[in-house]
């Protein structure tokens, strides 16, 4: 079965749609031009957030237009991108992140984090705002108040169905694809001293750039069960992470079913789901100025960014 993503790449100074077909990325509307079945203008003009806010027809076309695609790509018809994937930006730039924090109990231990048993619990979840979203090859500012910049590899659920207090049996049919995110923090400035709330969500965690995103979106229906990848993030090509979703506490099922009993979930929202062991604080090693980083996750791809001092 041929593997598709859709993508969004830098077209002559602007951003345009594209489909990636075992790796390679090929714009839409060349696609399109050679024979692809015909979408709704809005789709091209609204790229890969337009596909996702209609969803529902978005999908039953991406499953009849990907054997065209492939036939396309392999006959010559169309022609990859020039550039190739380095051309790729941020998928889209969603407005709501929800993230799960201490989702993995080795996480938790490694952070020194004591949870509750899950049967008296519930997910713990914070928010990133777009102004965090990057992507692919685009570069992490490290702001200077900072000095423990960390990582956090995990996989992401993006919506494609508007569901409030959804069935954890039901959930997975809102998604629409998945994703990689890298959930950065400045771990010092999680912490406050001078309030007696002791965590600082949005201080560590919602600078610009602070969640990298993509290289694209997977359409669900290629990861059949998220809890069974693997996912892995390399700090100068240094294995720091390396787990499978099959670890989670609370499930992507579970998240998903939880939140949309606080919040209705739309088109778009997307969901990090946790990070496996091996951060930063964890180790006592933090991202410096020039550091490479590369999550990975089964089944999705590789998403590379560079760590740059900001410049004040």
Wanted: glycine share 8%.
């Amino acid at each position: 079965m041929t593997w598709i993503a859709l993508a969004t790449y830098r077209r002559t100074e602007r951003l345009a749609p594209a489909l990636v077909i075992d790796s390679q990325l090929y714009d839409l509307e060349a696609a399109l031009g050679a024979g692809l079945p015909a979408i709704p203008p809005a789709w091209l003009a609204g790229g890969v957030e337009a596909m996702l806010q209609d969803w529902a027809t978005a999908q039953t076309w991406l499953r009849t237009a990907t054997p065209v695609a492939a036939s396309l790509a392999t006959s010559g018809a169309i022609a990859p991108v020039e550039g190739g994937v380095s051309a790729v930006a941020a998928p889209y730039v969603p407005n709501r992140i929800f993230c799960a924090a201490s989702n993995y109990a080795s996480h938790a231990n490694e952070m020194g984090t004591v949870l509750a048993a899950k049967s008296q619990s519930k997910p713990y979840m914070f928010l990133k705002l777009s102004n965090t979203v990057i992507g692919d090859g685009e570069t992490i500012q490290m702001p200077p108040e900072t000095t423990k910049l960390d990582w956090e590899v995990e996989l992401a659920a993006v919506i494609g169905k508007r569901c409030r207090r959804v069935a954890v049996e039901d959930a997975l049919d809102a998604v629409a694809c998945y994703t990689i995110v890298n959930d950065i923090s400045a771990r010092d400035l999680n912490i406050r001293g001078d309030y007696p709330f002791k965590h600082d969500w949005f201080q560590g965690k919602c600078h610009d750039t602070f969640a990298p995103i993509g290289p694209w979106l997977v359409p669900a229906w290629q990861i059949p069960d998220p809890q069974a990848v693997n996912m892995r993030l390399d700090v100068n090509g240094e294995p720091m992470q390396q787990d499978s979703t099959a670890n989670m506490i609370w499930t992507v099922r579970e998240q998903i079913a939880y939140l949309s009993t606080i919040v209705t979930l739309e088109p778009g929202d997307v969901v990090a789901t946790g990070t496996p062991t091996g951060v930063g604080m964890g180790r006592g090693v933090y991202l410096n100025a020039g550091d490479k980083l590369v999550a990975s996750i089964e089944g999705i791809g590789r998403l590379s960014n560079q760590v740059q001092a900001e410049r004040v």
